[in-house]
């Protein structure tokens, strides 16, 4: 494996959920050689979700350029979906890294940058269906790799997908002494985290509680696309 330094940009913009971001942070900071950078949207700092402030080390105006690009999701993936600047600067810095990558609905934000064509890809369970309209190919599965672009599913997803991106660029030795460091060892008190196996009623439920978000950004989803041409 190569012990090569590497730069892994992480997205920051106003209401991400944390844990898409937190989750990987956690675990490429531990790797050896990894450096970690918060690539605001705009200068921080910047309130997730649920208002855990976040700092930033540069925005995507002056980000320098990375090896990992990770862009996380959330509600705030509806704001960036009709920033052509931000989606552009995305764009720019993808193209240039090694690997471009997301968590959760980030995926989104990713093929509205036009980064995701051609490419196998996964998000949250409730946007899924919105893949195939900017041009990649969903697959329902919890970490998917299409040669170099690696996305997640939903939230908690990004432990996983952080710790095989780890395990490809620096040994799975390494991932696996992270994953026993951080005592990853998921052991769910409910098993109701995936809609194949949670209650129909559960499902409808949530589905319910998001509708007017997941209509809007179905909407948006749209509009980048005859916008952008993708």
């Known amino acids: 494996m190569s012990s090569a330094p590497v730069t892994v940009g992480l997205l920051v913009f106003p209401d991400l959920t944390q844990l898409d971001l937190t989750g990987p942070y956690e675990v490429f900071s531990r790797a050896p050689g990894m450096r970690v950078l918060l690539i605001g949207t705009q200068p921080g700092p910047i309130r997730s979700e649920w208002g855990l402030t976040l700092a930033t080390d540069c925005t995507l105006e002056n980000a320098p350029p990375v090896d990992i690009l990770c862009v996380p999701g959330g509600p705030g993936v ?11 600067a995305i764009a720019a810095l993808g193209e240039r890294a090694a690997w471009v990558t997301s968590v959760c609905t980030g995926a989104l934000v990713l093929g509205a940058a036009g980064l995701l064509r051609g490419h196998r890809a996964t998000t949250h369970w409730l946007s899924h269906e919105l893949l195939s309209e900017l041009g990649a190919v969903p697959v329902e599965e919890r970490v998917v790799r299409d040669r170099n672009r690696v996305t997640g599913g939903g939230v908690t997803a990004g432990i996983d997908f952080a710790l095989a991106l780890v395990a490809e660029l620096r040994g799975r030795e390494v991932a696996e002494r992270i994953a026993l460091i951080v005592e990853y060892a998921p052991a769910p008190p409910f098993r109701t985290g995936s809609p194949r196996e949670a209650p129909p009623g559960h499902v409808q439920a949530v589905r319910s509680e998001r509708a007017r978000v997941q209509q809007e950004r179905r909407t948006l989803v749209r509009d980048a696309v005859h916008r952008r041409a993708l």
């Open 78 to 88: 509806n704001a960036l979906l009709s920033d052509d600047g931000a989606l552009d």
